[in-house]
């Protein structure tokens, strides 16, 4: 890695409108890195900054793993570009070929994207297309959750629950309800992995049912953990609640698995974690371990098979993007996928879990800490807000993180942490042994 000897800020940050961040304040005090190694970025005055949330929950497999390096330097040079409608290259077919592999049986047709809000769009686009080409056009009807996070196309808003992502931006799509999120701080504070309390949750898909009536509903979509609303972790039976649900009143069921996909539970999938399949899973990040954007939708046979023989045109589906399944995404997603087998990542994650909870419940009984919750290697410590300023404690908590040299993700006053596969023991211990330091601190 090249380390650089000074700052190497650019003169002026006011042309670069940056996404999910409090533009004024950062401006006034950047925190800009410049490389990134392994377990570590650096940041621009030249300190090494432990990464603890694998970016943004997608550099699994580290910074620079030298195959996925490598794979993208020879793939510009060989072929660069590709149109992919009615077109094809040898390694998109085998990034299909692989990922379906990995996927739960019965799940073997990829539709590749460039990010995850495109791979909801994606996905909600194939239920309802699924339902129409079936002759069942009346299933048009859309459920998401409360708190839900499907990214920011107009149709992962509309299903997704996070206020602050939907109120600004009109009205939406229409025709879709809500499940109820599942957080339960009263009866599930400090859970270890899944909560006991809350599976019936899932039976408000009754009442919805009842209400616009089954027939007229296309698909349910949940985030198997929900991640970036503050890591909401499934009650115990939960899903499987769901997908009996969904099967009795034929509604499709979308696992979206952006965050969990590629390992972060310690299995391919959430679905294989969790034993559920789903219809759909979506996917983007860890796919090409977010080297290059890059996104699928992992469908079902059945899905597939009744777009292939219910087909009204030669094209059977109306939708894709100049550059689903890129070559150097292609290449990327290779190459992740062959780095996760070969140094067995998955595997290291379901290892290393148990170590991961300790080390977040150590935090018990630290000031503020009101709830904290881990699976697989996510991790999220929950601070009690201040009065009439949500949101500003967790936000000093991040920066002085930063300060001490730890990246971690603040949603409000939930701390997320989700690091790299490849984390070691004692950089766990530098992670928790700092933010016990730090929220003592704290206001
Ligand atoms: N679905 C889920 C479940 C996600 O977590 C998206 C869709 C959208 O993906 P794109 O690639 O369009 O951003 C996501 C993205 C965080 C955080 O810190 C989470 C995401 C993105 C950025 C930050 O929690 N998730």
Same mark, same amino acid.
């Given at each position: 890695?090249?380390?650089?000897?000074?700052?190497?800020?650019?003169?002026?940050?006011?042309?670069?409108?940056?996404?999910?961040?409090?533009?004024?304040?950062?401006?006034?005090?950047?925190?800009?890195?410049?490389?990134?190694?392994?377990?570590?970025?650096?940041? =621009?005055?030249?300190?090494?900054?432990? =990464?603890?949330?694998?970016?943004?929950?997608?550099?699994?497999?580290?910074?620079?793993?030298?195959?996925?390096?490598?794979?993208?330097?020879?793939?510009?040079?060989?072929?660069?570009?590709?149109?992919?409608?009615?077109?094809?290259?040898?390694?998109?077919?085998?990034?299909?070929?692989?990922?379906?592999?990995?996927?739960?049986?019965?799940?073997?047709?990829?539709?590749?994207?460039?990010?995850?809000?495109?791979?909801?769009?994606?996905?909600?686009?194939?239920?309802?297309?699924?339902?129409?080409?079936?002759?069942?056009?009346?299933?048009?009807?859309?459920?998401?959750?409360? $708190?839900?996070?499907?990214?920011?196309?107009?149709?992962?808003?509309?299903?997704?629950?996070?206020?602050?992502?939907?109120?600004?931006?009109?009205?939406?799509?229409?025709?879709?309800?809500?499940?109820?999120?599942?957080?339960?701080?009263?009866?599930?504070?400090?859970?270890?992995?899944?909560?006991?309390?809350?599976?019936?949750?899932?039976?408000?898909?009754? =009442?919805?049912?009842?209400?616009?009536?089954?027939?007229?509903?296309?698909?349910?979509?949940?985030?198997?953990?929900?991640?970036?609303?503050?890591?909401?972790?499934?009650?115990?039976?939960?899903?499987?609640?769901?997908?009996?649900?969904?099967?009795?009143?034929?509604?499709?069921?979308?696992?979206?698995?952006?965050?969990?996909?590629?390992?972060?539970?310690?299995?391919a999938t959430a679905a294989e974690f969790f034993g559920v399949t789903?219809?759909?899973?979506?996917?983007?990040?860890?796919?090409?371990?977010?080297?290059?954007?890059?996104?699928?939708?992992?469908?079902?046979?059945?899905?597939?098979?009744?777009?292939?023989?219910?087909?009204?045109?030669?094209?059977?589906?109306?939708?894709?993007?100049?550059?689903?399944?890129?070559?150097?995404?292609?290449?990327?997603?290779?190459?992740?996928?062959?780095?996760?087998?070969?140094?067995?990542?998955?595997?290291?994650?379901?290892?290393? @879990?148990?170590?991961?909870?300790?080390?977040?419940? @150590?935090?018990?009984?630290?000031?503020?800490?009101?709830?904290?919750?881990?699976l697989g290697l996510v991790g999220a410590i929950e601070l009690a807000? $201040?009065?009439?300023?949500?949101?500003?404690?967790?936000?000093?908590?991040?920066?002085?993180?930063?300060?001490?040299?730890?990246?971690?993700?603040?949603?409000?006053?939930?701390?997320?942490?989700?690091?790299?596969?490849?984390?070691?023991?004692?950089?766990?211990?530098?992670?928790?042994?700092t933010l016990a330091d730090i929220l003592p601190t704290i206001d």
């Amino acid at each position: 890695m090249n380390a650089p000897t000074k700052p190497v800020m650019p003169n002026d940050l006011q042309n670069y409108w940056m996404p999910f961040t409090a533009n004024r304040a950062f401006k006034q005090d950047p925190r800009i890195v410049v490389s990134a190694d392994g377990m570590h970025y650096k940041s =621009d005055d030249g300190r090494d900054i432990l =990464d603890g949330t694998a970016g943004l929950w997608c550099v699994n497999a580290g910074h620079n793993a030298p195959r996925i390096t490598q794979a993208v330097q020879q793939q510009v040079a060989e072929l660069d570009y590709a149109p992919c409608f009615q077109f094809g290259h040898p390694k998109a077919f085998e990034l299909a070929n692989r990922v379906s592999a990995l996927f739960p049986d019965g799940m073997d047709h990829v539709f590749f994207t460039n990010s995850g809000s495109e791979s909801v769009d994606t996905a909600l686009k194939i239920a309802l297309h699924y339902h129409r080409m079936r002759g069942d056009a009346a299933r048009t009807r859309l459920i998401g959750r409360e $708190r839900g996070y499907h990214g920011t196309g107009f149709g992962g808003i509309s299903v997704g629950g996070i206020v602050k992502n939907r109120m600004h931006f009109g009205s939406m799509l229409t025709g879709v309800d809500h499940l109820p999120h599942t957080h339960d701080l009263e009866k599930n504070a400090f859970a270890k992995g899944c909560p006991e309390h809350g599976a019936e949750k899932a039976d408000a898909l009754i =009442d919805i049912a009842t209400l616009h009536d089954p027939s007229t509903i296309a698909a349910v979509i949940v985030e198997p953990m929900a991640g970036s609303t503050g890591v909401l972790l499934p009650p115990k039976g939960y899903l499987k609640r769901l997908r009996d649900l969904c099967d009795r009143y034929g509604i499709l069921l979308i696992f979206d698995e952006v965050i969990t996909g590629f390992g972060r539970l310690g299995a391919a999938t959430a679905a294989e974690f969790f034993g559920v399949t789903p219809d759909i899973i979506t996917t983007a990040k860890g796919l090409t371990n977010g080297v290059v954007p890059a996104g699928a939708v992992i469908v079902s046979n059945k899905i597939y098979d009744s777009a292939m023989e219910n087909a009204d045109a030669p094209i059977e589906l109306f939708h894709g993007y100049t550059y689903s399944g890129h070559p150097i995404a292609a290449a990327a997603g290779l190459a992740a996928l062959e780095t996760y087998r070969e140094e067995q990542m998955f595997e290291r994650v379901a290892d290393l @879990s148990p170590y991961w909870e300790q080390a977040v419940h @150590s935090l018990k009984g630290t000031k503020h800490v009101i709830d904290l919750r881990n699976l697989g290697l996510v991790g999220a410590i929950e601070l009690a807000p $201040r009065e009439s300023a949500p949101g500003a404690r967790g936000m000093e908590v991040m920066l002085k993180a930063w300060e001490k040299g730890i990246m971690v993700r603040v949603t409000g006053d939930i701390l997320a942490l989700s690091p790299p596969f490849i984390i070691k023991k004692e950089q766990i211990d530098q992670i928790f042994n700092t933010l016990a330091d730090i929220l003592p601190t704290i206001d």
